[in-house]
Every structure is written in C-alpha cells, then in structure tokens.
C-alpha cells in the first residue's frame, strides 16, 4: 500500500503557480520523497526527489516539512502541458523494498486557460 | 540524452498466444525494471534485473519472464496470454540498483491488448 495521501484532484489556472500536497506522516529517517507525474498514453515522468531539505530542478521545486511529514510540489508556472496525474512516493534509501516503486492513486492537476 | 526506449508501442494479441516486450535503458543505466499498469490495479512491480540478473520478483505468476543481456537491454516475455494480461507494460531503468536516491526513469509503456 501506498503511504502517501493525496488530494484526488485539483485545478490550477494557466500562468499560475500549482501546489501540491502530499501527507506522509509515517516516512522514516531513511526514506525520500519522490514525484513523478503521468501524462494519459505515456509512462510516469520523474520530477523531483529530496530527502530533508528543500530541492529545486527545471521543472519544480519540492518543499519538505521540517518533520518530514508532508511536501509540497510546486511548478512555479504552470502550462496547459503540466495537466497530468502527480504521484508522490516515499521510498527506501536501502535495501528493504526500495527497489520498486509504489504508486498510489495521485492528485490529477488540471491547468485551466 | 535518448531516454527509455520500450518496442512496440502498441500490440494486439489473441488468448493463448505468446509476446515478447524490448527495452532498451537509458545509456549508462544498468538496472531495469518492468511494472503492469491497468486501470483496476495501478502499477504493480513485475521484475527487476541488474548484471543479467532478476534481483526481484513481484507477485506474478511464471507465465511472466525475462531476461537481460549484456548491454543490459531487457525483454520481458509473457505467454499464455489471457484476457486479464491487458495492461501497458512500463520498463523504466536506473543507474545502479538497491539506492534509493537514483530515481528509476520510465518508458512510454508497451500497450498489449489481448482479443
């Protein structure tokens, strides 16, 4: 079973900043955040991980609690093509089942024009 | 970059026939998964291998194999096909396995459906 919750879904207006929550009150020391997104017709793309501090890529921003139990994914400017499902996943540094990963039913953005 | 390459995109088999699934890792990347992914049960893990190796398995049953060569593309073998064996099937690769913090890049899926 997934140990993240996600909202279902959310709206977002083009040109607008998108947040999404993910709750993971359970994650352990060792275990990383990680986003991936899931445009319809194509396979999960990775976004961003981190593990205690906040990180930021090209693509997003990835906000950690300082008790670790929730994160915030923000695409700073949202476009019509970020409309997808968002997965947030917390998963092993080492050994246990940190060799897969275990998606839950994720939060669909819809950016809106 | 080339990512994760996954042939076919689309097939369309009968019952009781066989398929074979191809991979090919981002360059570089050595360990390669395979995940099922139908509507009813989200993605669910198939197989991992690494060195031509299967490292881990999931709760699949034997119909569903694989292997990997030695320039650690992959193919994942289904036989026996079923009406309930149609999914997109993902391969997604990484650098090395067992770490946490190398995230595992995704192909665009196989999408198999079975008449």
């Known amino acids: 079973d997934a140990k993240t919750t996600q909202p279902p879904s959310m709206d977002c207006a083009e040109g607008r900043a998108a947040n999404l929550p993910c709750n993971h009150s359970?994650?352990?020391?060792?275990?990383?955040v990680y986003w991936y997104r899931q445009i319809h017709s194509q396979g999960p793309q990775y976004i961003i991980h981190g593990l205690k501090n906040n990180e930021t890529n090209e693509m997003a921003s990835l906000i950690i609690t300082e008790d670790r139990k929730s994160s915030t994914l923000i695409l700073p400017h949202a476009t019509l093509r970020d409309t997808a499902v968002y997965y947030c996943i917390v998963r092993e540094a080492s050994g246990g089942s940190n060799y897969k990963l275990t998606f839950g039913k994720g939060t669909l953005l819809t950016v809106n024009p | 970059k080339a990512g994760v390459t996954q042939t076919p995109r689309y097939l369309i088999k009968t019952r009781g026939q066989q398929v074979t699934l191809s991979c090919s890792p981002i360059?570089?990347?050595?360990?390669v998964s395979w995940y099922q992914q139908t509507p009813g049960q989200g993605l669910q893990f198939l197989f991992e291998y690494f060195s031509e190796t299967q490292r881990n398995k999931g709760n699949f049953p034997g119909r569903f194999s694989g292997r990997q060569f030695s320039n650690s593309r992959s193919e994942m073998n289904v036989s026996t096909l079923e009406l309930g064996d149609s999914a997109l099937y993902l391969c997604?690769?990484?650098?090395?396995?067992?770490?946490?913090?190398?995230?595992?890049?995704f192909g665009d899926g196989t999408r198999l459906s079975i008449l």
């Open positions: 359970t994650i352990s020391g060792n275990e990383y």
């Open positions: 997604a690769s990484s650098l090395e396995p067992g770490s946490g913090n190398q995230p595992q890049h």
């Open positions: 360059s570089g990347h050595r360990s």
